[in-house]
């Protein structure tokens, strides 16, 4: 009998581990299947306005098909892998545009991360002791932290670059940048950590439970 019960578990088992294989297989299939509609249908709408890839590039279609499987694609917890910001640049050449469309979609970036520690951080000290005027300083120095987590992120090197010619003689550049969002939540709690700190001369153990991402 207990010979007979353990073989029944060990059935359910498996057919639970084939089960999720499966799933998992079916999801992925779906995200490559949206990933490439979505591709093909961006890739025309910029065709139709003027957008060309880069010297060297591979076909547009595939460029934008791998920054469409990043923006499906979720971690453990079903909540997206990464952010992503587009920029804009507009100059004489490439190179300048492209700096400053980088730049633009950097600082982009860097807002939502800072949005998204604000939130945290909300939650917080709602449920702290804080004072109104020491909530009104963390608040403040976090509002004013995107070009503090920009320079942070350091250099990231799109997942797609386009240009198109203008009348002028100038040229336009278009980017697309993804950042993982648990690393963006790393990087921005570093930067705040230290502003956090040197202005409100803040412990560690004050920092940690104001950047704390589940608090008890």
Do not use: H
Not at 11 to 39: G, M, P, V
Not at 142 to 162: E, H, R, T, V
Not at 174 to 183: A, H, M
């Amino acid at each position: 009998m207990k010979k007979i019960y353990i073989l029944t578990v060990l059935a359910l088992f498996f057919t639970t581990a084939i089960f999720a294989q499966n799933t998992e297989k079916e999801q992925k299939k779906e995200l490559n299947e949206k990933a490439i509609k979505s591709a093909r249908q961006q890739a025309k709408a910029y065709a139709k306005d003027g957008w060309k890839t880069m010297p060297g590039s591979i076909p547009m279609d595939k460029l934008l098909e791998s920054a469409w499987m990043k923006q499906l694609a979720t971690d453990e917890n079903s909540q997206p892998a990464y952010i992503t910001a587009d920029g804009n640049g507009v100059a004489e050449s490439k190179s300048v545009a492209e700096a400053q469309a980088i730049e633009f979609a950097k600082l982009q970036l860097a807002g939502t991360i800072e949005s998204n520690i604000a939130s945290i951080v909300k939650g917080n000290m709602a449920n702290s002791q804080e004072s109104t005027k020491e909530a009104t300083s963390v608040t403040e120095i976090i509002q004013s932290s995107k070009n503090i987590i920009a320079q942070q992120m350091g250099y990231i090197n799109p997942a797609f670059k386009l240009y198109r010619d203008l009348k002028d003689k100038k040229v336009e550049v278009q980017v697309r940048i993804f950042y993982e969002t648990k690393q963006s939540l790393i990087v921005a709690k570093k930067a705040i950590r230290k502003e956090l700190k040197e202005k409100l001369q803040k412990t560690d153990e004050q920092v940690d439970k104001l950047l704390l991402d589940n608090p008890k």
